[in-house]
């Protein structure tokens, strides 16, 4: 199915794209020049895999927070003040976390261990303290673990002997939503992780009649009551799902190009959705809306694994 974009946002957009975007082009452990950043994107490029901020109220606006690179999944805090993201290789991977303000400096938060490494999509906990992360421990598993922001307080929660992955906070941060599965066999199922006693339950052990397993994020919505995620179909690429965490009913957000990957899916509100796709051999990040959309709109060129989000005032 073609994808239908929207007309001013494609125009904006690719005029965007043949600009140098980096202004002020950060500096040191975090750097940018400057530019408040109030409302928008954080995500990483593939050519250089550092961390970007793209402001709603001025999109040539785009910085860098950080020179480091091999970047990956940068999300924001609740308040939108802190970026986590990881960095380094699989064996080498440290969960790391910089100011949105310009200026501020990269701070190492946990380093890899034998059995704790390779780290994966870390998000805070709705009040900024924790961040819930998933790491592979050592032997063919991916577990889940929870750390204070200050590095302290580290831990691996409960897995009702399935892998996991791509945790999610609820709305009150009470539980995780994450992705489960049997090792080794891809994340077909969807559980809850009570925070309060280490205790799992399963919401879905199946994804519907299309997704065959979650390839890459499974994120909550702000109001706690829907997840999207990415997962391989049939044909062998990827496409964006929604469940009803209540009902457990799955249903297809989007269906992009033929041969292409919709993937990385964040929320921007409760009703939408942005992803990052390589439609037309280009990694861009574009918007849907809920329930279902039969078009796109073209947010933000060059740019994959994007997180929303809002600072506080």
Do not use: H
């Not at 750097?31 to 040539?60: C, E, I, M, P």
């Not at 999300?75 to 380094?88: E, L, Q, T, Y």
């Not at 990040?285 to 694994?305: D, G, H, Q, W």
Request: charged content about 15%; proline content about 4%.
């Amino acid at each position: 199915m073609p994808m239908r974009f929207s007309v001013l946002a494609l125009a904006s957009a690719l005029a965007l794209s043949g600009c140098n975007l980096l202004f002020g082009g950060g500096g040191g452990g975090g750097g940018g020049g400057g530019v408040t950043f109030t409302q928008g994107f954080t995500f990483v490029r593939k050519d250089d895999r550092n961390v970007y901020l793209a402001d709603d109220a001025d999109s040539q606006a785009i910085e860098t927070r950080t020179q480091s690179a091999n970047v990956r999944t940068p999300s924001f805090s609740r308040d939108g003040a802190n970026i986590v993201f990881v960095r380094g290789g699989t064996s080498d991977a440290e969960l790391a976390v910089v100011s949105t303000a310009a200026g501020g400096t990269v701070r190492t938060v946990l380093a890899s261990t034998a059995m704790m490494k390779n780290f994966k999509t870390p998000v805070f906990s709705p009040d900024g303290t924790r961040i819930a992360f998933s790491f592979d421990d050592g032997t063919t598993s991916t577990r889940i673990g929870l750390i204070n922001v200050d590095g302290t307080g580290v831990q691996t929660l409960a897995n009702g002997g399935l892998a996991q992955a791509s945790p999610g906070f609820s709305a009150d941060g009470s539980e995780l939503i994450v992705a489960a599965g049997n090792p080794g066999l891809g994340y077909t199922q969807i559980e809850r992780i009570n925070l309060a006693t280490n205790q799992v339950t399963s919401v879905t052990n199946t994804l519907g009649n299309e997704a065959l397993g979650i390839a890459n994020r499974l994120v909550v919505s702000p109001d706690g009551t829907k997840a999207a995620f990415d997962a391989q179909v049939s044909s062998g690429v990827v496409r964006l799902f929604v469940i009803d965490l209540s009902t457990r009913a799955v249903t297809a957000l989007y269906a992009g190009e033929p041969g292409t990957n919709d993937t990385f899916p964040c929320w921007m509100s409760n009703t939408q959705v942005a992803f990052s796709s390589d439609t037309g051999g280009n990694d861009n990040v574009y918007r849907v809306n809920l329930p279902s959309s039969m078009s796109a709109t073209l947010l933000l060129p060059k740019a994959i694994e994007p997180w929303y989000g809002t600072v506080s005032q």
